[in-house]
């Protein structure tokens, strides 16, 4: 349902940006460090038909994106810049891992503690 409100209500850029947070947490946390290339998996075509626009607004998009410093995609690879900046674009909060330590002590095992 978010899916449909964010195509309905957000602009290109703020959709394009989710599009890329979306594509890029799961890789980010599995594989590969912050700040590392990632594989883009997804052509300009495949973006623009995901978020409702054309693939020539996806390429205008992501040129805004390359030029105030956030993202830039070479040769096959998205390289996120700056992911707090990419996430204030897509309007979203980034998530954070939760802290534990409200969970009660159970006989045996902290959970507060790592």
């Given at each position: 349902?978010?899916?449909?409100?964010?195509?309905?209500?957000?602009?290109?850029?703020?959709?394009?940006?989710?599009?890329l947070?979306?594509?890029?947490?799961?890789?980010?946390?599995?594989?590969?460090?912050?700040?590392?290339?990632?594989?883009?998996?997804?052509?300009?075509?495949?973006?623009?038909?995901?978020?409702?626009?054309?693939?020539?607004?996806?390429?205008?998009?992501?040129?805004?994106?390359?030029?105030?410093?956030?993202?830039?995609?070479?040769?096959?690879m998205?390289?996120?810049?700056?992911?707090?900046?990419l996430?204030?674009?897509?309007?979203?909060?980034?998530?954070?891992?939760?802290?534990?330590?409200?969970?009660?002590?159970?006989?045996?095992?902290?959970?507060?503690r790592?």
């Open positions: 349902m978010k899916r449909l409100a964010l195509l309905g209500q957000a602009s290109a850029r703020a959709r394009l940006s989710a599009l947070l979306r594509l890029s947490e799961p890789l980010i946390q599995r594989e590969y460090g912050g700040g590392a290339p990632l594989p883009m998996p997804l052509t300009q075509q495949e973006m623009g038909n995901l978020i409702g626009v054309s693939a020539v607004h996806v390429n205008a998009t992501m040129k805004a994106l390359r030029t105030a410093g956030i993202t830039t995609v070479s040769a096959g998205l390289h996120i810049q700056d992911s707090t900046a996430a204030k674009e897509a309007g979203v909060a980034r998530r954070r891992r939760s802290d534990p330590g409200w969970l009660p002590k159970r006989r045996g095992h902290d959970f507060a790592r």
